[in-house]
């Protein structure tokens, strides 16, 4: 099974902050990730699919990049209400898996 | 509008069965795939189970051999019949459609909690 790697576990950050959040394959998953916001007590809600592609309603501050086993998901000016945890999830031969999350916290 | 409600969940003993419904509105589940994902408390999400629209079923290698998601095409609603409980399945389990071969989940339902103890 593939694993993916999500670095930090946890990031301190400010509004209007730059962030990243890094998610690593371990092969190659082309640009078949996803990555989804989640609030507590909340299903998690999808931001980012293939890679790059912005799901509709979400705000423009969010962007993902990346191919193969690399991969970053970009919050360009931190707000309020992004204070949450991130999941990257990818697909691969009839099995998903997530990273083990990001919480991104206030400064 | 597209919406999934799960039900079903509760407190069960180890070993004991449980078997949980995802109701969808706004589209159909059976020209879909459809996913379970759950999360144990405190932890991240873990995929369990998918049934593509041809009626293919996959399972992660931890409830292989005891769950199996099925659907109801005429009632447009999804299951999950859980056999062999144990103590580790206990988690909030989420129903969420695929849209399409990329496998990223578009919604996602609110979450039923399974607890699995004695």
């Known amino acids: 099974d593939i694993q993916m790697t999500q670095s930090p576990s946890t990031l301190s950050a400010s509004v209007g902050d730059r962030v990243t959040i890094t998610c690593r394959a371990s092969?190659?998953?082309?640009?078949?990730l996803a990555w989804y916001q989640q609030k507590p007590g909340k299903a998690p809600k999808l931001l980012i699919y293939?890679?790059?592609s912005l799901e509709s309603g979400v705000p423009s501050r969010f962007s993902g990049s990346g191919s193969g086993t690399e991969f970053t998901l970009t919050i360009s000016s931190l707000q309020p209400d992004d204070f949450a945890t991130y999941y990257c999830?990818?697909?691969?031969?009839?099995?998903?898996?997530f990273g083990r999350g990001t919480k991104v916290e206030i400064k | 509008e597209v919406q999934l409600v799960e039900s079903g969940g509760g407190l069960v003993q180890p070993g004991e069965s449980l078997r949980l419904s995802c109701a969808a509105s706004?589209?159909?589940?059976?020209?879909?795939?459809m996913s379970w994902v759950r999360q144990a408390p405190g932890k991240g999400l873990e995929w369990v189970s998918v049934?593509?629209?041809?009626?293919?079923?996959y399972y992660a290698d931890s409830v292989k051999g005891r769950f199996t998601i099925s659907r109801h095409n005429s009632k447009n609603t999804l299951f999950l019949e859980m056999n062999s409980l144990r103590a580790e399945d206990t988690a909030v389990y989420y129903c969420?459609?695929?849209?399409?071969?990329?496998?990223?989940?578009?919604?996602w339902g609110q979450g039923t909690l399974v607890t699995v103890s004695s």
């Open positions: 999830q990818q697909y691969n031969s009839y099995s998903w898996t």
């Open positions: 969420a459609r695929i849209p399409d071969y990329y496998g990223y989940f578009d919604y």
């Open positions: 293939k890679a790059s």
């Open positions: 049934i593509y629209s041809g009626s293919n079923t």
């Open positions: 092969q190659s998953i082309s640009s078949w």
């Open positions: 706004g589209f159909s589940v059976n020209r879909n795939y």
